[in-house]
């Protein structure tokens, strides 16, 4: 198993650009969910989903697009980059959203826009 | 509020010396609470959660209620133990989870 993939690793954007950062589990995980790393901040979770075609909001959403049309694919858009969006992004999964479920964790994509 | 406080941004002791990572927690319940760590050049894994009352790499965590801790404690510390360690919280059915700041623990030889 690959577990959770990321890709890419490392991308700099200019301000009002926008991409996806593409994020795949082959565990066959129900539970998949991004969060954003800052210095200091700890990890805030920006977008999660329970399972394919329902999607939620975390702590930081804005300026942020998801959504779930199979299992394994959790892609996050960013719709025009600003430099606040400068972070590493990591995603998530787990088998469901009870906590007696262990999160597995992405390699982490290191984004930079300027 | 639910929120994780982990009050050290550093923590550097000597190999051999224990080690006492705090972690303080607000909210109005019962959370799950979890310990992961982040060695360097690694991704972030899980090292240890309340619900399992499990010691791993010698390290455990008590769950004081009174206090809303969950400090994470090693008798004595290796190098291999340095890392940047996150305390986080679960509400219950929710899935998410909600991190402190990180303390990166430094153990010297």
């Known amino acids: 198993n690959a577990g959770v993939t990321q890709t890419p690793k490392f991308q700099v954007l200019k301000t009002g650009q926008s991409m996806t950062l593409q994020c795949a589990q082959d565990?066959?995980?129900?539970?998949m969910s991004w969060y954003r790393q800052d210095p200091g901040m700890g990890l805030r979770l920006i977008h999660y989903?329970?399972?394919?075609?329902?999607?939620d909001q975390g702590e930081v959403p804005n300026g942020y697009n998801v959504s779930r049309s199979t299992t394994e694919d959790f892609p996050l858009r960013l719709l025009s980059a600003a430099p606040s969006q400068t972070s590493v992004y990591f995603c998530?999964?787990?088998?469901?959203?009870?906590?007696?479920?262990?999160?597995?964790f992405g390699p982490g994509t290191r984004l930079t826009v300027t | 509020a639910q929120r994780v406080t982990q009050p050290e941004k550093l923590l550097s002791v000597f190999k051999g010396a224990p080690v006492e990572l705090k972690c303080n927690y607000s909210?109005?319940?019962?959370?799950?609470l979890f310990w992961y760590v982040q060695y360097s050049r690694q991704r972030l894994q899980l090292l240890l959660r309340?619900?399992?009352?499990?010691s791993i790499k010698g390290f455990t965590a008590d769950l004081n209620k009174g206090e809303t801790s969950f400090h994470l404690k090693k008798p004595f510390a290796q190098e291999e133990d340095s890392a940047m360690y996150y305390c986080?919280?679960?509400?219950w059915g929710g899935g998410k989870l909600i991190f402190g700041q990180g303390t990166e623990l430094s153990v010297k030889p």
């Open positions: 989903s329970v399972g394919a075609g329902i999607t």
């Open positions: 998530a999964s787990s088998y469901d959203s009870t906590p007696s479920y262990e999160q597995y």
């Open positions: 309340h619900i399992s009352r499990e």
């Open positions: 565990m066959n995980h129900e539970y």
């Open positions: 986080a919280l679960s509400p």
């Open positions: 909210y109005s319940g019962s959370p799950e």
